[in-house]
């Protein structure tokens, strides 16, 4: 029994007509609310559209609609938007951290002396940069510390 499930070919018209009715319905009802009692003029505010858009709003459950009265009495005014300077300010509590997958910590590869160093605390670093030249304990031999990537020294603790 492999069928796959299919609406009946006699339910097919009803559920059409069904939508159909549904549809015609809902634009009797709003069109019916339109037109009731209020006209424009009699707000002494707006404009037929802006009435019409009201309405239509105070019919959706999920929404408020306000007279021309109650929004000069609660302060709305109604602007066209652009760009503008914002000016808000919050103080908020935190910590501003580095992105730890962005930082490169730098150590030497071998115990040694610290002959120089080429960078100072918030200089920018480019990728292969000179940091550092370390003299070896073993060897004897200088080698160079070079930026493993592009960004900020941040910390340098140098001994």
């Known amino acids: 029994m492999n069928r796959k499930h299919r609406m009946p070919r006699a339910c097919a018209p009803r559920f059409v007509i069904a939508a159909m009715f549904n549809l015609a319905s809902l634009i009797a ?9 209020d006209s424009p003029g009699a707000a002494g505010v707006g404009s037929e559209p802006a009435a019409e858009a009201a309405t239509a709003i105070a019919a959706a459950p999920d929404r408020v ?26 103080p908020l509590a935190g910590r501003i951290v580095a992105n730890e997958d962005a930082l490169a910590h730098m150590a030497p590869r071998f115990p040694g002396i610290v ?13 292969g940069d000179l940091l550092a030249v370390i003299e070896s304990n073993e060897s004897l031999h200088p080698y160079e510390i070079r930026a493993q990537l592009a960004g900020v020294v941040l910390e340098r603790d140098v001994a």
């Open 115 to 127: 002959r120089s160093v080429h960078k100072r605390l918030g200089d920018p670093v480019a990728k």
């Open 65 to 90: 609609a306000l007279t021309p009265e109650q929004q000069r009495a609660a302060g709305i005014a109604v602007e066209t938007a652009g760009p503008a300077a914002l000016r808000e300010m919050r």
């Open 29 to 37: 009802l709003l069109v019916s609310g339109c037109g009731e009692g």
